[in-house]
């Protein structure tokens, strides 16, 4: 059973405008949510983060959206750049719930960004 | 900077061989983890460490094993690699989790590609 779920496979954006990816989980014991970005061939890199006691975090074009009642987060990329074309993961952390530093991932959303 | 290195990034096997993949880290992190990537399955945790010869099986053990005999190193083995797995490898390493001063953010290495023949 998948606890931490990223919808929508693949997303199509054209450069300039806004990309959005989603991402939902089951379990309420989730405390921590981070966003990693992959390029093919290559590992996945860290992006931001946002902890259950805050539903905002921004960090340059990149925002992290947190909706704690539903269950769901967003990363925002404003504008899309070309070179933000990658896989995006979803992850999620249950830190007071004994998660003992394990993370639970999405399948991830691959980004296009077009010229 | 954190830094993971990975002793290959690509790898031919014929199927049967033992394989090793080596990760390093030089963070001084305790815990250490290995994935594989494949397409439509995102990450799948394989094993994990928390600290020096210990080792936890993740959600896909199956004909794998680890050791840890220092605490920057973290080894993956296939003890006789398959064609199903044919995958991309990944090491990660983090400090120690739990409570809430912690991120639980884990760094990456840039991965190994494997292919059994």
């Known amino acids: 059973d998948q606890q931490v779920k990223q919808n929508s496979p693949s997303l199509s954006v054209q450069e300039g405008r806004i990309s959005i990816l989603n991402c939902d989980y089951t379990?309420?014991?989730?405390?921590?949510f981070l966003w990693y970005k992959k390029y093919p061939a290559e590992g996945p890199t860290f992006l931001i983060s946002?902890?259950?006691?805050?539903d905002k975090n921004e960090d340059g074009r990149f925002t992290v959206f947190l909706n704690k009642s539903a269950k769901h987060l967003s990363l925002h990329i404003v504008p899309s750049q070309p070179g933000d074309s990658a896989v995006y993961f979803c992850?999620?952390?249950?830190?007071?719930?004994?998660?003992?530093?394990?993370?639970?991932f999405g399948k991830g959303t691959k980004l296009s960004v077009k010229p | 900077d954190v830094k993971v290195t990975q002793s290959s990034r690509y790898l031919v096997k014929r199927t049967g061989e033992k394989v090793f993949l080596e990760c390093v880290q030089d963070?001084?992190?305790?815990?250490m983890f290995w994935y594989r990537q494949d397409p439509g399955l995102g990450l799948r945790l394989i094993y994990f460490?928390?600290?020096?010869?210990?080792?936890e099986k993740g959600d896909i053990p199956e004909g794998y094993s680890v050791s840890r005999e220092k605490k920057e190193r973290f080894s993956l083995i296939l003890e006789s690699a398959s064609t199903n797995q044919t995958s991309m490898y990944l090491c990660?390493?983090?400090?120690?989790?739990?409570?809430?001063?912690?991120?639980?953010?884990?760094?990456f290495g840039p991965g190994t590609r494997l292919t059994v023949l």
């Open positions: 946002i902890s259950s006691i805050k």
């Open positions: 460490s928390y600290d020096v010869k210990m080792k």
């Open positions: 379990n309420s014991m989730f405390d921590y």
């Open positions: 992850a999620a952390s249950a830190r007071y719930g004994g998660s003992q530093g394990n993370l639970i």
């Open positions: 963070m001084d992190h305790e815990n």
């Open positions: 990660a390493s983090s400090f120690v989790g739990g409570g809430l001063t912690s991120t639980d953010t884990q760094y």
